[in-house]
């Protein structure tokens, strides 16, 4: 993987769990656009330090895990239209938020996992 593929993996990282803490206190445009902002300087830092990963190295979730991932986000993807639709924005706030930023730090682990092996 390059250095651009792993810069994209912290930006999603970063993305996301900016939009949880955004959500998680009330502003989620201002949470998304911080994160937004942090995973930009994570992939020009990247870029800086020329961090480079060799080709074989990669983050494929597959089988149970890979299901399990898959299932958590259409969860949160249905509830979140449920909350929409029912007006029960303290679900989608709460439950959400905790959600987005468990999702960035599964991204940032795959990262990690890749700089690190």
Known sequence: MD????????FVAAMFIGGGIG???GNTGAGWILGMGAGFLLMA???AYRVKVEAEKGVRVRGYWGSA????????????GYALL????WALRYIGGLVLIALGLIFLAGALKIILA
């Open 69 to 80: 991932l898959l299932a958590a986000i259409s969860a949160l993807m249905l509830a979140s």
């Open 23 to 25: 959500m998680l206190l």
């Open 45 to 47: 830092l990247t870029r």
């Open 3 to 10: 250095r651009d593929g792993l810069g994209g993996l912290l």
């Open 86 to 89: 029912v007006d029960a924005q």
